[in-house]
């Protein structure tokens, strides 16, 4: 499902890797706010450090977020 015009208002990161090839990649999951709803979505972003480069490949929309537990 692609979202146009989505304002996205980010809450956490849930969870992060990277990997190291010729440059950094980073897989990212996290939380944000999409109008009333909290959804988790994962982002790939691309980094060359040594040029000032960062990129997002890929951002995508996983699901709703889990309910928070009252514990």
Same mark, same amino acid.
Request: aromatic share 10%; charged share 30%.
């Given at each position: 499902?692609?979202?146009?015009?989505?304002?996205?208002? +980010?809450?956490?990161?849930?969870?992060?890797?990277?990997?190291?090839?010729?440059?950094?990649?980073?897989?990212?999951?996290?939380?944000?706010?999409?109008?009333?709803?909290?959804?988790?979505?994962?982002?790939?972003?691309?980094?060359?450090?040594?040029?000032? +480069?960062?990129?997002?490949?890929? +951002?995508?929309?996983?699901?709703?977020?889990?309910?928070?537990?009252?514990?």
């Amino acid at each position: 499902m692609i979202l146009q015009n989505s304002v996205l208002e +980010f809450k956490k990161v849930v969870n992060a890797k990277e990997q190291v090839v010729s440059a950094m990649m980073y897989y990212i999951t996290l939380e944000a706010m999409d109008r009333d709803k909290k959804k988790v979505h994962e982002a790939k972003v691309w980094e060359k450090p040594w040029l000032n +480069f960062k990129e997002v490949q890929e +951002f995508k929309l996983v699901g709703d977020a889990p309910a928070a537990s009252s514990t």
